[in-house]
């Protein structure tokens, strides 16, 4: 599981130095749309060990080698609609036709969303340049590319143009068969009332389940059986995991630890045989290397792209621990045998003996596939749940990433326009960003290994609701404890008023100003949007009615600062009345939410998701979209990665690896699409 940023601002003001070459990095990237690209640093890639330098170097290339599996799991024309429109974009001649320039923006989204569905509301977007110059424009695709299709230029056409034509990468909506409305690739031919029969038919309930489906397109054959298309070499995606493995090959002979090549070894035979079984080998493996500095993700992970919650997205992540930063998450991880016995859950759903709970801030080192351009602030593995009960978990905090983050948020005008008054604006200057890092502390370190199943109930029994509710239930952890003295007792908190920072921060934007990253008249359909406003909404909805811990309010605001002839506007702004009593609703939808989890309630958790997560106030909406647009700030923000070259003596031996932070953001993207694109058009 992972957390994803509650809403990046934008206009990142501040420098810093790459710390080899001490020159500044150039941290804006580029602008377009909803969306902004950004660079990160890589603090202490210096302090590294030359093996350590050299096993990030074959890790990242690991992690690039996988990049078009995932716009084929987005969905299958993708990989033709990029290599089409990368084609026109280098050949065509006038670089500055205007239908040009919007292809050109189009291809940046297509690149920053792996596909043609935007990246976190699901909705295909629709380019600006027309279908004509389009047909006219594909005389300049080249012929190798053409040659790669099988199908015409008019089989694209209608996919790229047409808005009633795979509409959504992901449909959750009530009452209408998932799969049939969602674009992804993740089943062919199938039904949901087939695929989910499929999968109960092939449950395993024994102690130490296979994650069945985990990485498997699902199909229907010739003669109308449903059979699985592993992933894996020789198999679906097979091209590109061979590369994969190539480099694997080479970071195992560089390992830190013997543990950790085991963990290598026993990826590279998955890779190689698609084999469950050895997949949970690799997991448990995995989840007990905790003496490496240098770690990673690599493969097929989080289930959000499935409209089922099955089927592994591919996703890569290569990282090293910030030793200092780690103290603090090791604290939590000493102690949570206390948050869990002190949870306000019912006893029956918390863990007798928590294990294994390993917690450490990291910066990473490369993104890639489900983790890139846009990535998560924080990340809890691995997702199975048995393995979690028996062997633990490793929860990270992505610091130079939240970071980077935290300075572009800097200045830019959102907490002065949005938040109720100069005293939550200063709160959250003073403690944002402790708390900020703190609750995602607590998220992935304790929330997500919190509480256990009861026999019989498995991941899958919440169905398409079960993400939402696994990070609801997270993030309300997190919550919850962020306001415990027992944080200040620790260390980790710097006082006991710090976490209204928090507070004040997440229903403002779970009930408000997420909403700006939503098209007027839309429904919420992104997990962790739908996690924060059922949250958010849930607690509105509980509150005294005599005395309200929590509310909206209205107050009219002069349309020009410091005029007082201009009639006002009413503004709506968030206010917490009494910190304590939100703190015990939140406790409250806790213990609601574990109880869910627990038992496996489908019920409850459709009810939950369908009452307070999904629809918008569309009068609240219209005005939140209007006050963010005066800003001029872009709601999503990505990356570009940093560009890792070898350093080599007269023998062709590594004697350094140099980090480069000059690349741009299409610079990027075209270099990808030629070193690191192995599999076919049409998979």
């Not at 070499?233 to 091209?239: D, T």
Request: glycine share 6%; with cysteine; aromatic share 10%.
């Amino acid at each position: 599981m992972k957390k994803m940023l509650c809403l990046a601002a934008v206009a990142l003001i501040a420098a810093g130095c790459h710390k080899q070459t001490n020159q500044p990095i150039n941290y804006n990237v580029d602008k377009f749309y909803d969306l902004e690209v950004l660079r990160y640093d890589v603090p202490d890639f210096q302090s590294l060990s030359l093996q350590q330098k050299k096993l990030v170097y074959y890790l990242t290339e690991a992690a690039l080698q996988g990049r078009d599996i995932l716009y084929d799991q987005n969905c299958k024309y993708n990989l033709a609609i990029r290599r089409a429109l990368e084609s026109i974009y280098v050949n065509y001649p006038d670089k500055q036709d205007p239908q040009y320039l919007l292809m050109e923006k189009y291809l940046k989204r297509v690149w920053f969303s792996n596909g043609i569905h935007h990246h976190y509301n699901e909705d295909k977007f629709l380019p600006e340049f027309t279908e004509d110059w389009f047909r006219s424009a594909w005389q300049y695709v080249d012929s190798a590319t053409t040659q790669l299709y099988g199908h015409c230029l008019n089989n694209l056409v209608p996919v790229i143009f047409d808005p009633n034509i795979l509409p959504k990468k992901v449909n959750q909506a009530d009452g209408v068969d998932l799969l049939a409305t969602s674009a992804c690739n993740y089943y062919q031919g199938l039904t949901q009332n087939e695929a989910e029969a499929w999968y109960a038919a092939h449950k395993d309930n024994s102690d130490e389940p296979l994650w069945i489906g985990l990485n498997a397109q699902l199909v229907k054959d010739e003669q109308g059986n449903i059979v699985e298309r592993t992933y894996k070499v020789g198999g679906l995606y097979g091209p590109a995991l061979e590369k994969v493995v190539y480099w694997l090959e080479k970071a195992k002979e560089v390992a830190e630890t013997d543990r950790q090549k085991e963990v290598i070894e026993k990826l590279i035979e998955y890779n190689r045989t698609g084999n469950l079984k050895t997949f949970n080998e690799y997991a448990i493996a995995w989840v007990q290397d905790l003496d490496s500095r240098v770690d990673f993700i690599n493969g097929f992970t989080e289930v959000y792209g499935d409209p089922l919650g099955i089927t592994g997205a591919w996703e890569a992540m290569v990282n090293f621990k910030n030793i200092e930063a780690t103290k603090r998450t090791e604290i939590l991880a000493q102690n949570t045998q206390w948050f869990e016995d002190n949870s306000p859950t019912a006893k029956e759903y918390k863990k007798e003996q928590v294990k294994g709970v390993s917690a450490k801030v990291i910066n990473a080192a490369i993104l890639g596939g489900d983790s890139y351009p846009s990535t998560p602030i924080g990340i809890n593995l691995p997702n199975a749940n048995w393995i979690r009960k028996e062997y633990g978990s490793k929860s990270v905090t992505i610091q130079n990433i939240t970071d980077a983050y935290d300075k572009a948020a800097q200045g830019n005008g959102f907490n002065e326009e949005f938040m109720l008054s100069d005293n939550e604006i200063q709160m959250s200057r003073k403690y944002g960003a402790i708390t900020d890092n703190c609750h995602t502390d607590l998220h992935e370190c304790l929330g997500h290994g919190s509480g256990k199943l009861l026999p019989g109930v498995t991941k899958d029994d919440l169905k398409e609701h079960g993400s939402t509710i696994e990070e609801a239930r997270a993030d309300l952890f997190g919550l919850y404890y962020i306001a415990d003295p027992k944080m200040v007792e620790l260390g980790i908190m710097p006082d006991k008023e710090a976490y209204k920072a928090e507070y004040y921060r997440q229903m403002m934007n779970g009930a408000m100003t997420q909403l700006v990253r939503i098209e007027l008249g839309k429904d919420l359909e992104e997990a962790h949007m739908r996690n924060r406003q059922l949250i958010a909404n849930w607690v509105l909805a509980h509150v005294n009615p005599e005395a309200p811990e929590v509310e909206i309010v209205a107050i009219p605001v002069a349309k020009e600062k410091n005029s007082h002839d201009t009639p006002a506007e009413l503004k709506h702004y968030m206010r917490v009345n009494d910190y304590e009593g939100l703190r015990n609703l939140y406790g409250q939808l806790l213990a609601i939410i574990q109880q869910v989890t627990s038992t496996g309630d489908y019920a409850m958790a459709k009810q939950l998701v369908e009452t307070y997560a999904v629809k918008i106030d569309p009068v609240l909406h219209r005005e939140m979209l209007a006050r963010y647009e005066r800003l001029n700030l872009a709601p999503y923000k990505g990356f570009v990665n940093p560009v890792y070259t070898p350093v080599t003596d007269k023998e062709g031996n590594i004697t350094d690896i140099r980090i480069d932070f000059t690349e741009g953001y299409a610079e990027q993207h075209l270099r990808y699409s030629r070193d690191y694109s192995p599999l076919p058009t049409w998979n």
